[in-house]
């Protein structure tokens, strides 16, 4: 186990609601990027936070938003569900970066049914 | 532009038979990383190996191996002696130091299924 935890594990919501994901990273580890899988695709990068800031974004629309808080804890926001938002949605956390290699150790992700 | 190819879709073999997972990448850094992860129904990606672009040396691990070829821009896997319990899916991701701190650039995923 990597010590990255992720709540809730499933959520079954309805199109045009808003949802909120959360993660724990690894302690030690000030960095959390979310990801979206899709059914039998590989995971698309969302967003990074480094020290409460976004640090960099992938092609998703802004109704995905997210926080860091001072503990290094994580929230995905997505507004506005659509039924393409149906997914499995990973968090991996990384420890400060060495200069040599960036590790990402995966949380077990949350399962989000938009019906 | 960072992508990664794994144009096995689903691969199926019987106990003991050896498996070579493919895995061909696309970058313009000189620096970056190559990865393999395997996610099994449970749906946790559980890390199995990262390499450097400096370190084309071959690795083994138990059953595992990797053969990283810069000339031809592949980093395969294989599994020798399969076991049923390897059954899951297998995804070969990239990260340079080009882009967002550490952020996965991963391929499709292979889909091993081991029988008995």
């Known amino acids: 186990e990597t010590g990255v935890t992720q709540s809730p594990t499933h959520l079954i919501k309805t199109r045009g609601q808003q949802v909120t994901l959360r993660c724990s990273s690894q302690s030690g580890h000030n960095t959390v990027s979310w990801y979206q899988q899709a059914l039998g695709q590989g995971p698309q990068f969302i967003f990074q936070y480094y020290r409460e800031e976004e640090n960099g974004r992938g092609n998703f629309p802004p109704r995905f938003s997210g926080l860091q808080f001072p503990n290094y804890s994580s929230e995905l926001n997505v507004n506005a569900l659509e039924l393409d938002d149906s997914a499995l949605y990973l968090c991996?956390?990384?420890?400060?970066?060495?200069?040599?290699?960036?590790?990402?150790?995966f949380g077990p992700g949350t399962r989000l049914t938009v019906t | 532009a960072q992508k990664v190819t794994q144009a096995q879709t689903e691969i199926s073999v019987v106990e003991k038979e050896d498996v070579t997972l493919d895995c061909v990448y696309e970058t313009r850094d000189t620096t970056y990383y190559l990865f393999w992860y395997k996610q099994p129904p449970s749906g946790e990606l559980v890390f199995l190996i990262r390499r450097n672009s400096f370190d084309e040396q071959n690795e083994i691990s138990g059953r595992y191996s990797w053969n990283f070829q810069k000339s031809t821009s592949s980093f395969n896997f294989t599994i020798t002696a399969s076991q049923v319990v390897d059954s899951a899916v297998y995804f070969c991701?990239?990260?340079?130091?080009?882009?967002?701190?550490?952020?996965?650039?991963f391929g499709r995923g292979t889909q091993l299924t081991v029988w008995p």
């Open positions: 991996a956390s990384s420890p400060p970066p060495s200069g040599v290699t960036y590790e990402q150790y």
């Open positions: 991701a990239l990260s340079s130091r080009g882009s967002t701190l550490g952020r996965l650039y």
